[in-house]
């Protein structure tokens, strides 16, 4: 066994102990990916081993957030591919119309950057009244972030252009308020979101859904994880609904891609048109029932 073999052991048996300890489940994550951050884990934690970690892991409660902190890769962006969001405005939007209320689920929303986004196109396509969003995340720092709502207005001006280019029909600086360095996004722009702790590996499904966005997230896992996710997907949505995924993940190859229809292929925007999967997930909730309404 070389030095290698020996590192890809010690990184099974520490996100093994991970899961079993804490029940953060990594262990089917792309794998040069998770070899990084695991050594990014080991710089921050002054190991020098990736074994060496995984006494504080079972031992010292005060290590587990600096693990899922950086094992998750929390970037995020309003507005991220404006021309995504333009699609959404002018062929998604119009299409959820014709259905009397929505239930959106948005999946991996790290800081919230993307639902304040959507909040905003639903609000100024005069949709947002009705509209239940749940945002969701494995890391439940980043959801406190975002159900706070709170920026670095450097970067919040650095969105502005995206806003525009997406579409914007409002002045963006309206939806937030420039206070010491920090923008404070618009309370009103969380009314109708739930945000909560949920884990893609081992959650189960939120029933019902109309739109499901999970976006960037999907690159972060092995085929198995990635198909587990797609299935939860599916057995979420509607017949109808529809599925946005990142520019770089895709239905294609998966065994569900049969059951949707391209809106844009380009952006990876799907509408489920078949009904229900055979041998589908099981749930085990949390479901949107179980959390409480109105995001603060
Ligand atoms: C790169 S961010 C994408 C954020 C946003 N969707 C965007 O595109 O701007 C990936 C997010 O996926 C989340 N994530 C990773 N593994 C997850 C899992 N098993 N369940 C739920 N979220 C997960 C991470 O915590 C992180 O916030």
């Not at 939007?93 to 929303?109: N, Q, R, S």
């Not at 806003?163 to 109708?192: C, P, T, V």
Request: proline share 4%; hydrophobic share 45%.
């Amino acid at each position: 066994m070389d030095q290698a073999d020996v590192e890809q052991l010690e990184t099974t048996l520490f996100l093994e102990a991970l899961y079993q300890r804490h029940g953060y489940d990594f262990r089917n994550y792309a794998q040069a990916s998770i070899h990084r951050r695991v050594r990014r884990l080991m710089d921050k934690a002054g190991a020098a081993s990736v074994s060496g970690m995984i006494p504080l892991l079972l031992h010292d409660a005060g290590f587990l957030p600096l693990v899922v902190e950086t094992l998750s890769v929390n970037v995020s962006e309003m507005f991220r591919d404006p021309a995504f969001f333009t699609l959404l405005r002018t062929e998604v939007i119009p299409y959820l119309k014709t259905f009397p209320f929505i239930k959106v689920w948005h999946a991996g929303c790290a800081s919230g950057e993307e639902v304040y986004s959507l909040a905003m196109v639903f609000r100024e396509e005069g949709f947002y009244d009705r509209t239940t969003i749940f945002a969701t995340d494995v890391n439940p720092m980043v959801v406190e972030q975002a159900k706070a709502g709170v920026y670095s207005l450097d970067a919040v001006k650095s969105y502005a252009a995206n806003y525009q280019q997406s579409g914007g029909k409002a002045a963006f600086s309206d939806y937030y308020l420039a206070l010491h360095g920090w923008a404070i996004m618009d309370a009103s722009l969380r009314e109708n979101v739930t945000f909560a702790p949920h884990n893609l590996a081992t959650d189960g499904v939120f029933g019902e859904m109309h739109l499901i966005l999970c976006r960037n997230v999907l690159i972060y896992f092995d085929r198995s994880l990635q198909n587990r996710v797609l299935r939860l997907f599916d057995e979420s949505l509607v017949h109808g609904g529809i599925m946005a995924l990142g520019s770089k993940e895709s239905l294609n190859g998966s065994e569900l891609a049969g059951r949707y229809q391209p809106v844009n292929a380009k952006w990876r925007i799907h509408k489920k048109i078949a009904g229900d999967a055979p041998d589908l997930l099981t749930g085990c909730l949390p479901g949107p029932e179980a959390l409480e309404a109105g995001g603060e």
